[in-house]
C-alpha cells in the first residue's frame, strides 16, 4: 500500500440514519440525517446514500478530468451523476450505484473510453470493485 496523503474523520452520533448527526473532525460538516420520506421516514435531513454518491460523483469526476488531461483530450461541460440505491433483501441491505458520465467536445467512443478509464482510476470506483454492481454510462451533448 502506498503512504496515506490524507484522512477523511467523520462521527456519526445519535440514531445513526434515523434522525442521528454526522460531523466532520474540522466541523465542516454536520449535517442531520433522515430516513427518506420516500422509504416512509420523516424525510428532511440528507441521508448515507447521498453523502456516498456526493463523494463518488465528485472523486470519479477529478478522475475523469485527471485522465483526460493526461491524454490531452479537451473535454468541455462534464459532470459526473452518481445514483446509489439502498436494496433491501431478505439478509439484509446492499448497495447498487450508476454512474452516469456527462460531457462535450469529445465523440461517443472518446467519451465511453474516459468513463471507463476514469472507473479503473477512482478509488471510490476501485473500493467497491467486485463488491456492488455498478454501471458506467457516457452521454455526450
Known sequence: MSESTYTGIATSTGDGRAGGRSVSDDGLLDLTLAVP???????GGTNPEQLFAAGWSACFHSALKFIAAQRKIPVTDSAVIAE????QNADGFSLSAALHVEMAGVSQETADELAAAAHQTCPYSKAVSGTIPVTVDATVA
Open 84 to 87: 446509489v440505491t439502498l436494496h
Open 37 to 43: 420520506a420516500a422509504v416512509g421516514g420523516p424525510g
